[in-house]
Nanobody, 118 residues
């Protein structure tokens, strides 16, 4: 079983930065985890923002390329999403999801609200 707890959301002005964190706990091999950040705006479908595979390769939605960075600590106990140059359209609830490679089980965090407004 894997538990995920996000933190770091809040209100920020356009052009500002936030760093989201997702604490990973549970007895699972961290090397088997594929890390993802999703977001869901009001009235919109949940969308994939960034992913980090087991080999350390990253992938980003076009709307956040060059502004967001996904990373983990060395032990993969925490997944981060560094968000720079935030825009009002980035306003959403952000969710951390991990996928266990091989078992293909998914675990979601509870979400953290990010609001970009002046």
């Amino acid at each position: 079983q894997v538990q995920l707890v996000e933190s770091g959301g809040g209100l920020v002005q356009p052009g500002g930065s936030l760093r989201l964190s997702c604490a990973v706990s549970g007895s699972i091999s961290r090397s088997s985890l594929i890390m993802n950040w999703y977001r869901q705006g009001l009235g919109k479908q949940r969308e994939l923002v960034a992913s980090l595979n087991r080999e350390g390769l990253t992938n980003y939605d076009d709307s956040v390329k060059g502004r967001f960075t996904i990373a983990t600590d060395n032990a993969k106990n925490t997944v981060y999403l560094q968000m720079n140059d935030l825009r009002p359209e980035d306003t959403a609830v952000y969710y951390c999801k991990v996928v266990v490679w091989g078992l293909w089980k998914e675990y979601w965090g509870q979400g953290t609200q990010v609001t970009v407004s002046s």
